[in-house]
């Protein structure tokens, strides 16, 4: 069994720019809409009281994934990440593993890459204002990638002052509260999703939501009567129903199949995206397997040319 390469959190972050994420993570969507990328469901193994693990498999170009990361919402007040986990790339053909990599740095980044990808489908195109509402780790990336992506200036929102004020001074932009961030044309929720901050009265018309932090049962950032007031947009339909922003809709008989369109859809442009400036559209991110896929190969690629350096172990 040849070396194999293990790429920590630094690595994987040295490997893949924001920008770079955001291009493969689109293409990942046109892959996966075509059906030359696959991805079964994720499993989810509940770890009461502490929150989740998920195992997310995907296969695409000749590889194939899988990663086995948490979701533990108490871990900050000990010190540790929500998310962690690994990623094992393999090669599709043979099986043979080509690349470990920190699931953490990945799914930061894919999840990042994925709120710029919907801003720039459906969001106006004079939109430029962004908000974050939840300054944690992925609401990091989800501001890094949007400022990668054109967005900007924006208002940082976060309980947690310290948070919000680091992230708002890395990229130029302002702290605010909850009415601040609500003003700006992109909002992007990325908090634990145990408690509302959306309501529709909160919303003006052309507005464009990311709701990224409820990606999984008994979470929601916003309340049925905001969503049901949205143009509704999803990653993927049955993880997003069962699992996501649109889960207490769809459990009310309140929201079908039928009112949600898929994000591939829009790109590969057999699905209308916006249909007009001043409806709110409402993208529900759960976080899907082929983005860690986009991730991965390009990782991959990047330490094959000897852009990057890998610690390597035999198995
Ligand atoms: N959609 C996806 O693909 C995806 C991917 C990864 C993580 N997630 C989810 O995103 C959420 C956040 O993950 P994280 O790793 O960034 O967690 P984190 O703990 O690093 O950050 C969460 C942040 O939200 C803040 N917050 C809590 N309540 C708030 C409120 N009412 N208003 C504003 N901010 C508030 C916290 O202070 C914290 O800074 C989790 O639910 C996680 O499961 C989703």
Redo the contacts with the bound molecule.
């Keep these: 069994m040849p070396e194999l390469p293990v790429l920590d959190h630094d690595s994987v972050l040295a490997a893949v720019s924001p920008a770079q994420a955001i291009e493969r993570v689109r293409a990942a969507f046109l892959r996966f809409t075509d059906g030359e990328w696959t991805m079964p469901s994720k499993v989810y193994l509940d770890s009461p009281p502490f929150g989740d693990f998920r195992a997310m498999p995907a296969r695409g170009d000749g590889l194939a994934l899988l990663k086995w990361v948490t979701?533990f919402?108490g871990n900050?007040s000990r010190g540790l990440?929500?998310?962690t986990g690994v990623i094992c790339l393999s090669d599709a053909r043979n099986g043979e593993p080509l690349m470990l990599l920190d699931a953490r740095s990945v799914?930061?980044l894919?999840?990042g890459a994925?709120a710029a990808v919907a801003a720039r489908a459906l969001a106006p195109a004079d939109a430029r204002t962004a908000a974050i509402?939840?300054?944690?780790?992925?609401?990091a990336w989800t501001a890094r990638c949007l400022a990668a992506a054109g967005y900007g200036p924006g208002v940082c929102?976060?309980?947690?002052p310290e948070?919000a004020q680091a992230l708002a001074s890395e990229l130029g932009w302002s702290v605010g509260d909850?009415v601040d961030a609500l003003g700006c044309d992109l909002i992007c929720c990325?908090?634990?999703?145990?408690?509302v901050?959306i309501d529709a009265s909160d919303l003006r018309p052309g507005q464009h939501l990311n709701m990224?932090?409820?990606?999984?049962p008994g979470?929601a950032e916003a309340t049925v009567g905001a969503v049901e007031s949205c143009t509704l947009f999803c990653d993927e339909w049955e993880q997003a129903s069962h699992g996501g922003e649109l889960m207490g809709a769809v459990r009310d008989g309140i929201v079908t199949r039928r009112q949600v369109t898929e994000l591939g859809a829009v790109l590969a442009g057999t699905a209308p995206g916006r249909g007009s400036a001043e409806e709110v559209t409402l993208f529900d991110?759960?976080?899907l397997a082929i983005?860690d896929l986009a991730i991965a190969q390009a990782a991959l690629e990047s330490w094959r040319e000897g852009r990057i350096d890998a610690q390597t172990i035999s198995l």
Excluded at 190 to 195: D, K, L, R, V
Excluded at 212 to 216: E, F, P, Q, R, Y
Aim: glycine share 18%.
């Design positions: 979701s919402p900050p990440p929500t998310v799914t930061a894919r999840t994925v509402i939840g300054c944690g780790l992925h609401g929102h976060d309980p947690r948070a909850r990325i908090t634990p999703g145990s408690e901050v990224l932090g409820a990606d999984g979470k991110s759960t976080g983005q």
